[in-house]
């Protein structure tokens, strides 16, 4: 009893479908016998294909400067990195100067 209803709402997809498509081959017959019809529809589309080709255009130009920002900022990080290392060794530097100095002035209080 339940396949009859499911059966009967597959057919009825079926029907839609297959009518949408003639439906649409119909409309584009008869756009095809109007040459004014077709002639529109061919600068409609060359429209669309040169906005699309600057949609395109302004993409890679996008891609092109975010990857010079992003070769940038590599660049202040290695610098960055660079300078951090350099600070890092003379804070180390420094700290074992004093504890150099303070040891000898233990060593003096000793003697």
């Known amino acids: 009893m339940n396949s009859r209803p499911v059966v009967l709402v597959f057919l009825l997809l079926v029907l839609v479908i297959t009518s949408q498509f003639e439906w649409k081959q119909q409309i ?66 420094a700290t074992d100067v004093s504890e150099v100095e303070g040891r000898e002035i233990i060593d003096e209080d000793n003697r």
Do not use: F, M, W, Y
């Open 28 to 93: 584009g017959d008869a756009a095809d016998a109007d040459p004014a019809a077709a002639r529109r529809r061919q600068q409609l589309l060359s429209r669309e294909d040169s906005v699309k080709e600057k949609i395109i255009l302004s993409q890679e130009k996008n891609i092109q400067q975010l990857n010079q920002l992003i070769e940038s900022l590599q660049r202040q990080l290695l610098h960055c990195r660079g300078s951090n290392n350099t600070t890092h060794a003379a804070t180390i530097a």
